[in-house]
């Protein structure tokens, strides 16, 4: 029942950032540079489930992406798996609580994020403009998304505490020993 | 622990490594299959777009109509000022008027006369409003709020401003993406509308910053281009109808090979501010070769 509320949740979270991104931060834009929700909701759910089950969360994100905004489904899907895949390496390292370090990592993935996009879409097409890209739209929109991941993340964290956390195995077992003893 | 105690029995665990290589294996294969079968996508894209699309319709709409209100009280000032001065100006557009009304019939007789009609008609348009933006920051597509139901088909023009934003890609039954023109990866075959020189003008991310798009392969031995000419699509573009105007050139440059000429130019539509755009509702007519065509030309 917790499990099966646990994905409606993860479902719903990952198409209001997708809605959010795509229609609401049109208007909120600072010179046409928006935040990337979907980078922040992969980061922060791969981080308290693990990179398996980032892996997925991060796939399903950007298949959205795929979906809607590339001719060709899969590559955003590629991304954006390996972007959960890594930051769910840090479940281990990282307490979700603290806010540091959570935030240094989506910051991270998005610079990840957009030297991936830099290689596949330009590069390929021949085009090198590495240093204005980074500062006129990869940096900004770091920027963006670090302020936004401020807010968002400690609310994805409060959500999950709240509605989502599996019982722990550990918990279990202490119940049940107890119960023998 | 004690050895006693037995352990719960184990789940079965894949290693992770293992889950992002199917995951990824999976994307590349879905890749592979949507390149070579590029139908292959709508499925995914008739099941979403109506989960997602009423959503972004809403929000764009409330987002609109929010922005609108303020540029309301905004401009309430302006608009007095300007009312004045219109009203003045329309006195003398409406003698204006009648004269050009005369000169037209004369102008719409005389095209018949040439059959040139068909040419320069008015093409049939569709007003579609911007519902949502490219999720990431430098791919210039968007979706419109309509789709194959209104009439639309791949490969239709999408003007603003007079004009040319770009042309639609992606359809689904009630929304339609559209790739701009400044997008890095679009390339519209062009002229001179003076002297009829054709161009192609590709969209640059790196320049789009300073407001301009590259242009190149400018064929103008007689040097007669100069800078503010009109740009339009050109008759032997593939997927443009012609006539369309795409900006004004802002520098013009000599290549290496000094055969051709390359440079900037200003796009006619301002593309930071787009909410409402007009679809073309007729696409290029293109000789397919067989049946190997996509289906983009075969309505």
Redesign the interface.
């Known amino acids: 029942m917790r499990k099966f509320r646990a994905l409606l949740i993860i479902a719903l979270m990952i198409i209001v950032s997708f809605i959010l991104q795509t229609s609401l931060f049109r208007f909120l834009n600072i010179g046409g540079i928006s935040p990337n929700l979907m980078i922040i909701v992969t980061v922060s759910l791969s981080i308290v489930y693990g990179d398996k089950k980032g892996t997925v969360i991060g796939f399903i994100c950007g298949l959205l992406c795929d979906i809607f905004f590339s001719d060709y489904l899969g590559f955003y899907a590629l991304v954006y798996c390996f972007t959960g895949y890594l930051s769910g390496k840090f479940e281990r390292i990282i307490f979700p609580d603290s806010l540091k370090l959570p935030i240094a990592a989506i910051a991270g993935s998005d610079l990840l994020y957009g030297f991936f996009c830099y290689v596949f879409r330009f590069v390929i097409n021949g085009k090198f403009f590495f240093g204005s890209f980074i500062l006129h739209y990869v940096l900004p929109e770091i920027l963006y998304t670090t302020l936004i991941a401020l807010i968002i993340y400690p609310l994805i964290i409060w959500i999950y505490k709240r509605f989502m956390r599996p019982i722990r195995e550990s918990e279990k077992n202490f119940a049940k020993r107890k119960s023998t003893l | 622990m004690s050895p006693v105690i037995k352990k ?1 029995k184990k789940k079965f665990h ?1 290693p ?1 490594k293992y ?2 290589m199917i ?2 294996a ?6 592979v ?3 070579s079968f ?1 139908f ?2 709508s499925p ?2 008739n099941v ?1 777009s109506y ?2 699309v009423p ?2 319709n809403g ?2 709409a409330v ?1 609109d109509w ?2 609108d209100k303020r540029d309301y009280i905004a401009r309430i000032k302006d608009l007095q000022a300007e009312n004045e001065e219109l009203k003045t100006e329309l006195s003398d557009l409406k003698s204006e008027n009648t004269e050009l009304q005369q000169n037209k019939y004369e102008l719409s007789r005389l095209r018949k006369l040439y059959t040139l009609d068909a040419q320069y008609q008015d093409y049939d348009k569709t007003g579609a409003r ?10 210039h ?1 968007f ?1 419109i709020n309509k789709g194959e139901t209104d009439g639309l088909a791949v490969d239709m023009n999408v003007i603003a401003d007079d004009g040319l934003v770009g042309r639609v ?2 359809i689904g039954p009630h929304w339609a ?1 559209v790739i701009s023109i400044i997008n ?2 679009s390339n519209v075959s062009a002229q001179v509308l003076s002297t009829s020189d054709n161009m192609i003008v590709s969209g ?3 320049d789009y ?1 300073n407001g301009v798009i590259d242009y190149s392969k400018l064929t103008d031995n007689a040097d007669q281009v100069t800078v503010g000419d009109k740009v339009v699509t050109s008759n032997i573009s593939d997927k443009y109808l012609p006539g369309i105007l795409i900006g004004y050139i802002s520098s013009i440059n000599k290549d290496a090979n000094n055969l051709t000429k390359s440079g900037q130019l200003t796009p006619a539509v301002d593309f ?1 501010h787009l909410d409402t755009v007009l679809v073309i509702l007729e696409v290029k007519e293109t000789i397919s070769d067989g049946d190997t065509s996509s289906g983009s030309s075969d309505k």
């Open positions: 719960p894949i992770s889950v992002l995951v990824s999976l994307c590349v294969l879905l890749l299959l949507t390149y590029p292959a996508t995914f894209r979403s989960l997602i959503f972004q929000i764009s987002g929010m922005i911007i519902i949502a933006k490219d999720s990431g920051n430098w791919y597509s979706l890609t992606a993406r890095d990866d640059s991310l790196s910053a930071e």
